[in-house]
Nanobody, 117 residues
Framework: QVQLVESGGGLVQAGGSLKLSCAAS????????MGWFRQAPGKEREYIGV????????YYPDSVKGRFTISRDNAKNTVYLQMNRLKPEDTAVYYC??????????WGQGTQVTVSS
């Protein structure tokens, strides 16, 4: 089992930045692909990127590409989501998840990000 705990959310003005952390325990995550997701009220959960364990390569959808960056520190068993140039539409609960055998099997409890206009 992998336990994930997100932190770093909060209230920020449009154009500002936040850095979220996802601390893992129970197992080391250096062999897991780690994804970030978000869910706004009344909307479906949205996939916003991944950092793969092999090579540390990343992928982002167009909605956040160029503004969000995912990184990982395997020594700290932690993954990060740096969010820049935030927009009000980025307001959501942000979740990290660990993929096992191609499925996101382990999820954190989420952290709220609110961007004011």
């Amino acid at each position: 089992q992998v336990q994930l705990v997100e932190s770093g959310g909060g209230l920020v003005q449009a154009g500002g930045s936040l850095k979220l952390s996802c601390a893992a325990s129970g197992r080391t995550i250096n062999r897991y692909n780690m994804g970030w997701f978000r869910q706004a009220p009344g909307k479906e959960r949205e996939y916003i990127g991944v950092i793969r364990w092999r090579g540390g390569t990343t992928y982002y959808p167009d909605s956040v590409k160029g503004r969000f960056t995912i990184s990982r520190d395997n020594a700290k068993n932690t993954v990060y989501l740096q969010m820049n140039r935030l927009k009000p539409e980025d307001t959501a609960v942000y979740y990290c998840a660990a993929a096992e055998s191609g499925t996101y099997a382990f999820w954190g409890q989420g952290t709220q990000v609110t961007v004011s206009s």
